[in-house]
């Protein structure tokens, strides 16, 4: 058992993991502001023993200090996240992301507490070399386009984590995150999966972002919390970056199929050109597929959940959101295919 803190706990893959740590004998602290996480996303885990929430930003350098103080290691999620969102708050991206980092940073080299650092595949940037593979070059677009402040953020925390490794010894590990979805994910700030299904399961068009032949490779949360804890857990992944990620890839074009089938949605799929999507000049990733193999050498972790039971578990999820919402129209079979409504 041990003490660990989990910023951004109650985030989409914060609180994932915190339900994680806590069943396997962990005392789990949060620290969140409710920016995007939300206390819904950690209702289960409210007045356990093993679970302390606070509310607050990791810009408060002595709160997050009482915190640090508290625990053996440190797990960092908390950030700015979701193209929206990025495009909405550039200030916020870059304050929280790189000096929230340096918060972290600095008070876990103080008090000498192991970290994991959660970055993003977004630092490869528009990198037309597939897969991608830890060592490769990052290729970004101007300034002028804020999607590529939410990238040099990252780089930068990574760049500082690396120079803590190496000047301060700090133990501390670099997770880059690929595109990871699953239960309890919104689409409220953009992330396509959950926004897709919200769209299908209310009988709205399904909104498929320029030409529909981007890809991406979607994990399942579960997964990706496994492969964040086997790599706190080992002393050599210290000072290393490893990309996080399920490779198998599909377009967005056929995962906007794949949800109407699987809703049996009567919903069109409607293309909208980037600029109204995002805002003029958008730039977008035409595939993002992640090399897992440095990753599996040494944890040994492969996913173990596909893309149909990933597109199973958000629809079943939602069913169940929508369900004391408003109210859902679902195909006729539904209920029996997804096992939510008699
Ligand atoms: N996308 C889309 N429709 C939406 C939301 C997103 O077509 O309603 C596209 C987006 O343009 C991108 C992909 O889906 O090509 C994945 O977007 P997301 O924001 O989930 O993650 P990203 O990979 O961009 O970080």
Same mark, same amino acid.
């Given at each position: 058992?041990?003490?660990?803190?989990?910023?951004?706990?109650?985030?989409?893959?914060?609180?994932?993991?915190?339900?994680?740590?806590?069943?396997?004998?962990?005392?789990?602290?949060?620290?969140?502001?409710?920016?995007?996480?939300?206390?819904?996303?950690?209702?289960?885990?409210?007045?356990?023993?093993?679970? @302390?929430?606070?509310?607050?930003?990791?810009?408060?350098?002595?709160?997050?200090?009482?915190?640090?103080?508290?625990?053996?290691?440190?797990?960092?999620?908390?950030?700015?996240?979701?193209?929206?969102?990025?495009?909405?708050?550039?200030?916020?991206?870059?304050?929280?992301?790189?000096?929230?980092? @340096?918060?972290?940073?600095?008070?876990?080299?103080? @008090?000498?507490?192991?970290?994991?650092?959660?970055?993003?595949?977004?630092?490869?940037?528009?990198?037309?070399?597939?897969?991608?593979?830890?060592?490769?070059?990052?290729?970004?677009?101007?300034?002028?386009?804020?999607?590529?402040?939410?990238?040099?953020?990252?780089?930068?925390?990574?760049?500082?984590?690396?120079?803590?490794?190496?000047?301060?010894?700090?133990?501390?590990?670099?997770?880059?995150?690929? /595109?990871?979805?699953?239960?309890?994910?919104?689409?409220?700030?953009?992330?396509?999966?959950?926004?897709?299904?919200?769209?299908?399961?209310?009988?709205?068009?399904? $909104?498929?972002?320029?030409?529909?032949?981007?890809?991406?490779?979607?994990?399942?949360?579960?997964?990706?919390?496994?492969?964040?804890?086997?790599?706190?857990?080992?002393?050599?992944?210290?000072?290393?970056?490893? /990309?996080?990620?399920?490779?198998?890839?599909?377009?967005?074009?056929?995962?906007?199929?794949?949800?109407?089938?699987?809703?049996?949605?009567?919903?069109?799929?409607?293309?909208?050109?980037?600029?109204?999507?995002?805002?003029?000049?958008?730039?977008?990733?035409?595939?993002?597929?992640? /090399?897992?193999?440095?990753? @599996?050498?040494? $944890?040994?972790?492969?996913?173990?959940?596909?893309?149909?039971?990933?597109?199973?578990?958000?629809?079943?999820?939602?069913?169940?959101?929508?369900?004391?919402?408003?109210?859902?129209?679902?195909?006729?079979?539904?209920?029996?295919?997804?096992?939510?409504?008699?």
């Amino acid at each position: 058992m041990s003490r660990v803190l989990v910023t951004g706990g109650a985030g989409f893959i914060g609180s994932h993991l915190c339900e994680a740590l806590v069943e396997r004998g962990d005392e789990v602290y949060v620290i969140d502001d409710l920016s995007t996480g939300r206390l819904e996303n950690v209702a289960q885990l409210d007045g356990h023993r093993a679970f @302390h929430f606070t509310s607050g930003t990791i810009l408060n350098y002595p709160l997050l200090e009482s915190l640090v103080r508290k625990v053996d290691r440190i797990f960092h999620l908390a950030a700015v996240v979701g193209v929206q969102k990025i495009i909405e708050v550039p200030i916020d991206t870059i304050e929280i992301n790189v000096l929230g980092a @340096h918060n972290v940073l600095t008070l876990a080299a103080r @008090h000498n507490k192991p970290c994991l650092l959660a970055s993003s595949s977004e630092v490869y940037g528009k990198s037309n070399k597939h897969p991608f593979t830890e060592d490769d070059d990052a290729v970004y677009g101007p300034t002028t386009k804020s999607r590529w402040g939410y990238a040099c953020s990252k780089a930068i925390d990574e760049f500082l984590a690396l120079a803590y490794f190496r000047s301060k010894k700090l133990p501390i590990t670099i997770a880059r995150l690929f /595109n990871t979805t699953g239960p309890r994910q919104t689409g409220r700030y953009g992330m396509v999966l959950p926004r897709f299904v919200e769209q299908a399961l209310r009988g709205e068009p399904i $909104t498929v972002f320029g030409s529909g032949q981007q890809s991406r490779c979607f994990a399942d949360v579960s997964d990706v919390v496994t492969a964040l804890i086997l790599l706190t857990d080992i002393p050599e992944a210290a000072g290393q970056v490893f /990309n996080i990620g399920n490779p198998e890839e599909i377009t967005i074009g056929e995962l906007a199929g794949l949800v109407k089938e699987m809703t049996e949605s009567a919903s069109p799929i409607r293309l909208i050109p980037y600029d109204e999507a995002y805002q003029p000049g958008f730039e977008d990733m035409q595939r993002r597929v992640p /090399n897992i193999e440095k990753l @599996h050498r040494l $944890t040994g972790f492969s996913p173990k959940i596909k893309l149909a039971q990933i597109a199973h578990r958000v629809i079943t999820g939602k069913l169940q959101e929508m369900e004391t919402d408003v109210p859902v129209m679902p195909g006729p079979s539904m209920g029996v295919r997804f096992g939510v409504r008699q």
